[in-house]
């Protein structure tokens, strides 16, 4: 009897390190600004009920060391499924940094409380549009999904840290960093054009302070090609929550 509680403490404390490491690096359910109190009720809630539909075997570990070093690869665990998650509203963020840059607003930064830093205002802004569409397409319930499923490709006690993972995760950042440059292309583009024009009508017409022309053209036109654009980017951003997901799973098989 006294072998079995201890196994079922043992296998609750194992989910739990894998919902916190989760919970403490998504961009959205563990943001800054949410009181760490709220974090933690979370966190415990969530560990229930994955402990409550848990089929994992419960077992006994006798050895400190190895009990603790259980506890960090779970908590590994779910900080990976976090970092991917982070790094899909790092396209975001890039990619509105690169809009910014190309517009002539890059000075133009608000206050990030989730990564404390200054970041871009149109980043900013598409973040906040990401993350209403990450709860529209159900996103938040894939991520669900994906955590109580989540024993049934690595088993609580089973994680393997290997090489392969950190390969992965690099190979992942490059596929975001590439994604938000396709994410930026069509502003890009279009800033591109304007720069031509604008170096045409100088060459024309020498006497038009162009330089002043071309700041407020550029604004003008990379803000109104976003409007002009919502419906397109709604999609993308929509398909990026899938892409996302399907990383996330691809993930844990390298756990």
Do not use: W
């Not at 949410?34 to 994955?50: C, E, R, S």
């Not at 993350?131 to 159900?138: E, H, K, M, P, T």
């Not at 490709?153 to 950042?173: C, D, K, N, W």
Request: net charge negative; hydrophobic share 55%; proline share 4%.
């Amino acid at each position: 009897m006294l072998f079995d509680t201890t196994a079922q403490i043992t296998l609750f404390s194992l989910i739990l390190m894998r919902m916190s490491g989760f919970i403490l690096l998504n961009p959205i359910l563990g943001r800054r600004n949410i009181p760490m109190q709220v974090k933690a009720g979370f966190i415990f809630i969530l560990t229930v009920t994955v402990y409550s539909f848990s089929t994992g075997d419960a077992f006994d570990i006798t050895n400190p060391l190895e009990y603790g070093l259980l506890l960090f690869k779970e908590f590994a665990a779910g900080y990976a499924i976090g970092f991917v998650t982070e790094l899909f509203f790092f396209v975001i963020t890039f990619a509105g940094y690169v809009m910014d840059f190309q517009m002539g607003m890059s000075m133009s930064t608000v206050y990030d409380p989730q990564s404390n830093a200054q970041v871009p205002i149109t980043g900013s802004l598409l973040q906040a549009f990401y993350v209403l569409l990450f709860f529209a397409v159900d996103g938040h319930l894939a991520l669900m999904k994906i955590l109580l499923t989540s024993a049934e490709i690595v088993p609580y006690g089973g994680i393997l840290l290997t090489q392969g993972l950190a390969s992965r995760m690099v190979e992942l950042f490059s596929e975001c960093v590439v994604l938000g440059i396709k994410f930026a292309f069509p502003v890009l583009a279009a800033e591109f054009l304007v720069e031509i024009g604008v170096g045409i009508l100088n060459k024309i017409v020498p006497q038009i302070n162009v330089f002043v022309i071309n700041i407020q053209l550029k604004v003008i036109v990379g803000l109104g090609l976003l409007v002009l654009l919502i419906s397109p980017i709604g999609e993308y951003l929509s398909n990026l929550v899938t892409v996302m997901v399907k990383a996330i799973q691809e993930i844990l098989t390298f756990l």
